[in-house]
């Protein structure tokens, strides 16, 4: 079967280019942010194992439940605080 590339009328492009871009913009602001944290923290954002996310999955995961009262500040940090996705940092191990 031939598969087609889908097409976006003007209007759709237009928003799919500004919620793109933002949305990358919002992530790159979150990695920052975690950067900062373990710098103060002395620990590394680093969500390797089965455990972890990283920020991709957790918005995503996070995402499904926009407009319902779980989604609130305690949540978000709770799954940005997850110990699997941080470990020391190599001047701790040292």
């Known amino acids: 079967m031939l598969k087609t590339r889908m097409e976006f009328t003007t209007e ?3 928003i799919l280019e500004r919620q793109t871009l933002r949305a990358a913009a ?3 602001e979150i990695f920052e942010l975690l950067c900062k944290v373990g710098d103060r923290t002395g620990r590394e ?3 390797v ?3 972890s996310e990283a ?3 957790i918005v995503d995961r996070l995402s499904s439940e926009l407009g319902s ?3 609130n500040r ?3 940090v709770e799954a940005f605080g997850n110990p699997s ?3 020391s940092s190599h001047a701790d191990a040292e």
């Open 45 to 47: 954002w680093c969500p």
């Open 49 to 51: 194992g089965s455990d």
């Open 69 to 71: 009262a779980y989604l």
């Open 26 to 28: 919002a992530f790159e």
């Open 74 to 76: 305690e949540t978000i």
């Open 12 to 14: 759709e492009t237009v």
């Open 85 to 87: 996705n941080w470990e």
């Open 55 to 57: 920020v991709r999955e």
